[in-house]
């Protein structure tokens, strides 16, 4: 499988140094940091000039706030940030390029209930509707929007990678917060969906890509009974839905657990012969890293 | 009429959809916005099954509207937002499959089947597990998730919500006809979500997230009206009431076996047949109130079906509480 998705995703790589969503579409922030990432896992087959054009396509979109937008298209500072964070820490002379996305994060916080929706909560009308504390902050994917899982585990991996390099600033409790979030929006019997665990008195199911996202964001809290119930929980969503954006995160929050993941590979190389993940950019990058090493670059 | 108790209900609904919902629009939109025309058709075509000949059955009602679709590239929009093994929360593969090979033997030039989920990123595990991937495989069509497809700013062309401009997936711009083709479902925030609301997937998550909640915080009615304004292909509908979903829609609720396809070139006269069918009150419902004003027809006098009667097929689908003011129709 691994010389099959390197070429995938190498097949991929636009002129412009970036990767799109799949082959042929313009290139963004999300795939090219997933796809650097995989590239520099593979460090017994250096990918230089690949990785070089991709560095600099992430380097020369990144905005003077710090930020990146979703692409070209698109020029609004967006939540793909601390995904090139993550993306430029592996390169050892580009930290001070990560700093600043941090502190851009570090700005950003989801919106909270306006005075009707806060009149509403202490009607307790809310309670009915999404069982969640929708005052705890966060990140979201829009500017201003309400804080979700999936966004918020992303900037906790960044800020966590970089909190030692980020005195004087609100880090630690953006961090308490973000795990305060996290849980919070826990499904009944473990692991995330998007982040409502219950709506209208109904529990809702959780999703293993956004499981292992969020467990990976509380890798520093594995002992916590709330991420050994999720861990649990993983296991047995990775046997329901094996594809290859779930599979791979999930390969990635056992290794950094220290779980078994022998049978997990073999299904992944199993199901990439079966739908080759759509020639989706980051599920192929995601399944190089868990295929590798990868694990060690959401490391906190 | 609503009474107050139950405006307020249905008021408290649409204002906390912003945690996952929105707030109240005003009415405007452009000259070019403006679609409604003197009388609109509707088919209700009998379905029995999804292994009934429903290729036949889409054949006819494309027939129906003379629709022409040769040598035209055509966007097939299904529902698919999760997936519930125990659940009927999308459009079924079957309907998929038969609006393939329908548009195909008319002459189409290419059928593409595109949709952005609106919870879940995960295309693969989607289309794999709800059983579209063999359709796609074995028709060999091509597949665009819209929420990762390249965008393009779109100016609006109504200001039901305070969003002036919206990112829309090239596809959209690269084809020649939209069928939206949503699952005949209540749904816990809006009322009812059929052709109109299934649009809500053709807006990228790459750019408004999933949920894609900053069209929830600008207010779900509205962002339907504003979306459904400013698509820049036209449309026609399929809906999937095979099998449809009562109560707590559009995850959570029961399967309801209605036995029909409905279909149309006016999505407003569409949904409100659609809404009617399960004994909804077509104009109780925010944006298809709204919609009836630009977007199309609503009111059942101005609405000529063809096909079967919609009395035989009306089913008495149960909704959740906030939204009892709803199964009051009124003509």
Partial sequence: MIEAAIDLLLGAQNEDGGWGAVKGKRSNTESTSFALMALKSLDDKPFNRQTAAGLKWLLQHQRDDGSWSLNDASKQSSWTTPIAVLALLPFQDQREHALRAAKWVLTQEGGKPGWVASLLVRLSLVKKMTELDPYLSGWSWTAGAFSWVEPTSYSLMALKKLKGSLDGTNCEERIRQGELLIYDRMCENGGWNYGNSRVLGEALWPYPEVTAVALIALQDRATNDANQISLRALGVMMREAASGTALSWGILCLTLYNQNLQEWKRILVKNFEKTRFLGETKAVALALLASGKGASLFRV | ?331
């Fill in chain 2, 1 to 331: 009429m609503m009474n107050r108790r139950e405006f307020i209900k249905v008021s408290a609904v649409a204002s906390l959809s912003s945690l996952a919902g929105g707030c109240g629009p005003s009415v405007r939109w452009d000259r070019d916005a403006y679609r409604k025309t003197a009388t609109s058709r509707v088919a209700i075509l009998e379905a029995k099954s999804y292994r009934a000949s429903l290729e036949d059955i889409i054949s006819h009602g494309i027939h129906l509207f003379k629709l022409d679709v040769k040598g035209k590239r055509i966007v097939l929009k299904p529902n698919l937002v999760e997936f519930d093994p125990k659940g009927v929360i999308n459009t079924d593969p079957a309907v998929i499959e038969a609006a393939i090979s329908s548009f195909r033997s008319l002459g189409a030039r290419e059928v593409v089947v595109a949709e952005g989920p609106g919870h879940r990123r995960d295309s693969e595990y989607l289309l794999t597990a709800s059983g579209i991937y063999d359709v796609i495989n074995e028709h060999r069509a091509r597949y665009v998730d819209l929420n990762t497809d390249d965008v393009r700013r779109t100016k609006l062309r109504s200001s039901f919500t305070n969003l002036s401009e919206l990112y829309l997936p090239e596809t959209l711009f690269n084809a020649d006809l939209l069928v939206s083709m949503p699952k005949l479902k209540t749904h816990h925030w809006a009322g009812v979500t059929l052709s109109l609301k299934n649009m809500f997937g053709v807006v990228p998550g790459s750019v408004y997230g999933w949920p894609k909640n900053a069209l929830h915080w600008a207010g779900i009615h509205g962002s339907i009206l504003d979306i459904n304004s400013s698509l820049p292909i036209p449309q026609f509908a399929i809906v999937d009431g095979v099998v449809g979903m009562e109560g707590n829609g559009p995850l959570q609720g029961q399967a309801r076996h209605s036995g029909v396809l409905i279909l149309g070139d006016d999505l407003a006269a569409v949904d409100a047949t659609a809404a009617r069918l399960m004994t909804i009150e077509p104009r109780k419902i925010e944006y298809l109130e709204m919609a009836g004003r630009f977007l199309g027809n609503i009111s059942h006098e101005r609405i000529e079906l063809v096909g079967e009667r919609l009395e035989r097929f009306q089913q008495n689908y149960r909704v959740i509480e906030h939204f009892q003011a709803l199964k009051v129709l009124t003509g």
